[in-house]
């Protein structure tokens, strides 16, 4: 089991970046596919981007190719999300996700086992 803690969220003018921060607890982390997905009020949960256990694969959604980079360290048990050129349709409450999980579909919630509690992003216009 792991327990995910996220960091880093805030308000920003459109334009600008931030970086978010997963913390994992336990000493498995390397073993778990991670993820950032993130859900606006009255909107389902939307896929940001996902990453492979040894950090060689990484995939976007589309809304954020080209702005948001994931990256992991695992020998510090986390998980990085680098969102620049921010916009104002960013804005929503970002989660990051865990699965040891293989052959399945990491664009989907309904792969993942373990959530953090979210942070809350606002990017101002």
């Known amino acids: 089991q792991v327990q995910l803690v996220e960091s880093g969220g805030g308000l920003v003018q459109a334009g600008g970046s931030l970086r978010l921060s997963c913390a994992a607890s336990g000493r498995t982390f390397s073993r778990y596919f991670m993820g950032w997905f993130r859900q606006a009020p009255g909107k389902e949960r939307e896929f940001v981007a996902t990453i492979s256990r040894s950090g060689e694969i990484t995939y976007n959604g589309d809304s954020v190719k080209g702005r948001f980079t994931i990256s992991r360290d695992n020998a510090k048990n986390t998980v990085y999300l680098q969102m620049n050129s921010l916009k104002p349709a960013d804005t929503a409450v970002y989660y990051c996700?865990?699965?040891?999980?293989?052959?399945?579909?990491?664009?989907?919630?309904?792969?993942?086992?373990?959530w953090g509690q979210g942070t809350q992003v606002t990017v101002s216009s």
């Open positions: 996700a865990a699965t040891q999980n293989i052959y399945v579909d990491y664009l989907s919630p309904s792969a993942y086992d373990y």
